[in-house]
Nanobody
């Protein structure tokens, strides 16, 4: 239904910046919300940032002030600008999309992109 393709991960030193991109295969108007989850080794997957179709954003306390989520509806793409990166930000980052219908909510996931922050 919806395919998500992530890019932009890589290796960066502490204090550096990285921007992740997630392109959806269909119009963003069909998606109610998108977000970036991350999972570090030995830890549960957590929501880093999300954005609704109306533009409302939410951030985990651990990334607030450092990460910015945005979307480009024309390109059906969501971005995560990550600044002042810390080693604790090292994780696999997964793009997520939610599509709500009258009877069901659908979840879509990208395959993940590795972000590694060196100390």
């Amino acid at each position: 239904q919806v395919q998500l393709v992530e890019s932009g991960g890589g290796l960066v030193q502490a204090g550096g910046s990285l921007r992740l991109s997630c392109a959806a295969s269909r119009s963003s108007f069909s998606i109610n919300a998108m977000g970036w989850y991350r999972q570090a080794p030995g830890k549960q997957r957590e929501l880093a940032a999300s954005i609704t179709s109306g533009g409302s954003t939410n951030y985990a306390d651990s990334v607030k002030g450092r990460f910015t989520i945005s979307r480009d509806n024309a390109k059906n793409t969501v971005y995560l600008q990550m600044n002042s990166l810390k080693p604790e930000d090292t994780a696999v980052y997964y793009c997520h999309a939610r599509r709500d219908t009258v009877v069901y909510s659908y979840d879509y996931w990208g395959q993940g992109t590795q972000v590694t922050v060196s100390s």
